[in-house]
């Protein structure tokens, strides 16, 4: 079954302490992204990934990095995670090139007080 | 920088109307577009996807149209029911594999 999984699924966590949210997809997508989602702004997108080792800043990068190092996995790492960064995140997956259907994974809930 | 509107932002109909969601850009240079789904505490589910060369998509009672001259699309849906309520969201996508989304309709279709 073709899936995007992230985890945590939910998570509460304290200012400053470094984090990180998996994903991994069994599409063998070339394209992989993180977007966050927060009320009345929609999902806007945090970092995305072309390829192994080939990574970009989307709309909102501040305060997160990404690595991918292998196909099937892009991970966000928070290194010091503030109260603003409390939000839905979502990690999706496609293939390359414009036209392709985007899969998403189930989400995970970030609260960091 | 693309801003994406949807209206109306929220709706509820009794079941067997029909419907139309609309989505608008502001920067009329959209390449694709898709349609989403999104369940509550769930992730987007692609519903359908208009690519360049295309001008809508149909499935089931689901029909979506995309009028790039104007930077506009809708979603019609036919004889609602109630496993039809969710939110709604639209994306464009630009040449680069970028998107765009929509902050989304939320349905709610009342048996």
């Known amino acids: 079954e073709a899936q995007v999984t992230q985890n945590p699924r939910y998570l509460i966590t304290v200012t400053g302490k470094k984090l990180t949210v998996t994903c991994s997809q069994n599409m063998n997508h070339e394209y992989m992204s993180w977007y966050r989602q927060d009320p009345g702004l929609g999902l806007r997108q945090i970092y995305y990934s072309m390829n192994v080792e080939v990574t970009d800043k989307g709309d909102v990068p501040e305060g997160y990095k990404v690595s991918r190092k292998e196909k099937r996995n892009f991970p966000l790492i928070l290194e010091s995670p503030s109260p603003n960064q409390t939000s839905l995140y979502f990690c999706a997956s496609s293939l390359l090139g414009s036209g392709n259907t985007i899969y998403f994974g189930e989400g995970s809930w970030l609260t960091v007080v | ?111």
Request: proline fraction near 5%; glycine fraction near 10%; charge should be negative.
């Open chain 2, 1 to 111: 920088k693309q801003e994406v509107t949807q209206i109306p932002a929220a709706l509820s109909v009794p079941e067997g109307e029909n419907l139309v969601l609309n989505c608008s850009f502001t920067d009329s240079a959209i390449y694709n577009l898709q349609w989403f789904r999104q369940d509550p505490g769930k992730g987007l589910t692609s519903l359908l996807l208009i690519q360049s060369s295309q001008r809508e998509q149909t499935s089931g009672r689901l029909n979506a149209s995309l009028d790039k001259s104007s930077g506009r699309s809708t979603l019609y849906i036919a004889a609602s029911q109630p496993g039809d309520s969710a939110t709604y969201l639209c994306a464009g996508e630009n040449t680069g594999n970028q998107f765009y989304f929509g902050t989304g309709t939320s349905l709610t279709v009342i048996p």
